[in-house]
T-cell receptor, first 112, second 109 residues
């Protein structure tokens, strides 16, 4: 069966510090991978998606970047965090675009 | 650009009541419509997926319907239980899933 791992669960970082959140999927190959952010009162916002290694599409201009160094690994990064980067970050995957989307357990990021 | 709206934003019902959550979307060119459940501080759990060619899907006490022509989907929960308390989100999918802000459901014992 397929599983998705996301870590850390909670992160508190000072403004201006770097960020690296990692997501891995097990039990499947060539998944479509997504990073979402959920901020209070704003719903789920798609940040990045990837259909293959090294292929990254950005949905919203921002202070963040994403990379996919391996087939089942998706990384969300920032060189310098802003207060506005605080939120609940969720990684997700799907096998095909018309199939169910499965989410990781999320990372609560607080930038202080 | 796809926009998804969920009504109501919050709903409180007594245990045992049947209820309907509503979802509307602006772009009918979707592959599917998905319903999710989210508990506080947790990720989203997939409940039901309705393909664009389908009208409804059922899982246990849950039934979801899709009307592409009107841009609407409903999630029907039968005989609600306190364990159903959570936020319910719908998402319309083409190459990506666009979500509504969710309905916060509270089922009171």
């Amino acid at each position: 069966s397929q599983t998705i791992h996301q870590w850390p669960a909670t992160l508190v970082q000072p403004v201006g510090s770097p960020l690296s959140l990692e997501c891995t999927v097990e039990g499947t190959s060539n998944p479509n991978l997504y990073w979402y952010r959920q901020a209070a009162g704003r719903g789920l916002q798609l940040l990045f998606y990837s259909v293959g290694i090294g292929q990254i599409s950005s949905e919203v201009p921002q202070n963040l970047s994403a990379s996919r160094p391996q087939d089942r690994q998706f990384i969300l990064s920032s060189k310098k965090l802003l207060l506005s980067d605080s939120g609940f970050y969720l990684c997700a995957w799907t096998r095909e675009l018309n199939e169910k989307l499965f989410f990781g357990s999320g990372t609560q990021l607080s930038v202080l | 650009k796809q926009e998804v709206t969920q009504i109501p934003a919050a709903l409180s019902v007594p245990e045992g009541e049947n209820l309907v959550l509503n979802c509307s979307f602006t772009d009918s060119a979707i592959y599917n419509l998905q319903w999710f459940r989210q508990d506080p501080g947790k990720g989203l759990t997939s409940l039901l997926l309705i393909q664009s060619s389908q009208r409804e899907q059922t899982s246990g006490r849950l039934n979801a319907s899709l009307d592409k022509s009107s841009g609407r989907s409903t999630l029907y929960i039968a005989a609600s239980q306190p364990g159903d308390s959570a936020t319910y989100l719908c998402g319309g999918s083409n190459y990506k899933l666009t979500f509504g802000k969710g309905t916060l459901l509270t089922v009171n014992p």
